[in-house]
């Protein structure tokens, strides 16, 4: 069964360093998230790509979070400097259509210290 | 601020049982509904989705749906003690893009 893949499986980081989360979504899939997770709470929409640009951020998504499909099958998110509260679970998703369910990646566990 | 509410639970039920999550959502405007399972460190998984209003069954899963109430329910039949996981209800406009509001997630427990 088709995967959405995610690497690394766990970053530490210091705080004020940049880091990217990579994601390899679904070959056939046009559609594209990250959301985060933090330790005992709810999942959170961070933003959805469609057709090479942003189709909808939410206010977490500030200007120190970037995304982009560099090559047509990576998809990354880039935090510019991370802070202690960045740390959480990223996810990475994919859909074939924006109707629809989509498949989560495995997930980064992004530890800021 | 569109809100989707779940019971943090845990919901304990006996093998063999029938487990039933609930979820409410404040946003009138909301089209399609999902249920995902969480294993504790793990990624959400999709396991149900319901469009319109009623019953959708799939193996012993049931989605059941009802807009003018604005709650989503899910039914989970013969549950077995792989099943103990948390249960999040997502939400989402029909944007096209679908941005997905989820709940905190209902913890299920069954006992052997």
């Known amino acids: 069964e088709p995967e959405v893949t995610q690497t690394p499986s766990h970053q530490v980081t210091q705080m004020g360093q940049e880091v990217i989360l990579r994601c390899v979504p679904i070959s056939n899939h046009l559609y594209f998230y990250w959301y985060r997770q933090i330790l005992g709470q709810k999942v959170e929409f961070l933003v959805s790509?469609?057709?090479?640009?942003?189709?909808?951020k939410s206010e977490i998504f500030d200007d120190q979070f970037s995304v982009e499909r560099p090559d047509g099958s990576n998809f990354t998110l880039k935090i510019r400097s991370t802070k202690l509260e960045d740390s959480a679970m990223y996810f990475c998703?994919?859909?074939?259509?924006?109707?629809?369910?989509?498949?989560f990646g495995s997930g980064t566990r992004l530890t800021v210290v | 601020q569109k809100e989707v509410e779940q019971n943090s639970g845990p919901l304990s039920v006996p093998e063999g049982a029938i487990a039933s999550l609930n979820c409410t959502y404040s946003d009138r405007g909301s089209q399609s509904f999902f249920w995902y399972r969480q294993y504790s460190g793990k990624s959400p998984e999709l396991i149900m989705s319901i469009y319109s209003n009623g019953d959708k069954e799939d193996g012993r899963f049931t989605a059941q749906l009802n807009k003018a109430s604005q709650y989503v329910s899910l039914l989970i039949r013969d549950s077995q003690p792989s099943d103990s996981a948390t249960y999040l209800c997502?939400?989402?406009?029909?944007?096209?893009?679908?941005?997905?509001?989820f709940g905190t997630g209902t913890r299920l427990l069954v006992s052997p």
């Open positions: 997502a939400v989402a406009m029909n944007t096209g893009f679908q941005k997905l509001v």
């Open positions: 790509f469609y057709n090479n640009e942003i189709s909808e």
């Open positions: 998703a994919s859909s074939v259509a924006g109707m629809y369910g989509y498949t």
